[in-house]
């Protein structure tokens, strides 16, 4: 097989990962990343360790991801242990914050953990500080959840159409208008309805 069919696999992989990951079939998305795990990079296999933080088995992050694992994985470690630990919360944030600051993050995890961690502990504001001016998809579509949830409807529809000039077909694209279709209420209802259809019967 050659070099171009292993990426292309590869990415295969991770796109169908990906999308069962957003579309909340989180045993999907594991099933998905299992068979690579050997092989996979941090980006591919993220998504099952976020897959199986999401059902409540990070059990399974906190044993994989070793303490002195060097790759942006360890941020899900974190993420882990301020679900674990709300104690630690402002201590684990400051560890993923200072990451955030200072490296380089490629795969976006730094930044998406440490969103996520203050979205856990309702830090909202801060959650969107920390994904300002990103044009990563599942940092502007973690922004408007952060948005809907300040009751800033008006700037999560403004983001949503950010969204839409990127990549107007994209999963989670998709999903940040129904989110915002269901906030404006009754009148846009109809379009989030047929938005989650067509995700059925894909």
């Known amino acids: 097989m050659s070099r171009q069919q292993n990426e292309e696999d590869t990415n295969s992989v991770l796109f169908d990962a990906r ?15 299992l068979p690579e795990q050997g092989t996979a990079g941090p980006e591919l296999l993220s998504y099952m360790y976020l897959s199986y933080l999401a059902i ?3 059990r399974i992050v906190a044993s994989d991801i070793k303490e002195g694992n060097s790759t942006p994985l360890q941020a ?7 679900f674990e630990q709300p104690s630690r919360t402002e201590e ?8 955030v600051a200072g490296e380089e993050d490629e795969t976006n995890i730094w930044h998406l953990a440490t969103a996520i961690v203050y979205c856990h502990d ?6 969107l500080k920390i994904l300002h001016g990103s044009t990563n998809l599942e940092s502007m579509a973690l922004s408007v959840q952060c948005l809907l ?15 839409q000039e990127i990549s107007d077909d994209a999963t989670l694209t998709q999903l940040a208008q129904a989110w915002v279709a269901l906030a404006q209420g009754t009148e846009q209802m109809q379009d989030a309805f047929h938005i989650y259809q067509e995700f059925c019967e894909k």
């Open 149 to 163: 949830r300040l009751q800033r409807v008006d700037l999560a529809k403004q983001l949503v159409a950010k969204m």
């Open 92 to 99: 684990l944030l400051e560890k993923l914050t200072d990451k």
């Open 76 to 82: 899900l470690r974190l993420v882990h242990e301020a």
């Open 19 to 33: 999308n069962e990951y957003y579309i909340g079939n989180f045993m999907g998305s594991i099933n998905f990343v």
């Open 122 to 127: 309702g830090q909202f504001e801060n959650a």
């Open 56 to 58: 409540d088995s990070g």
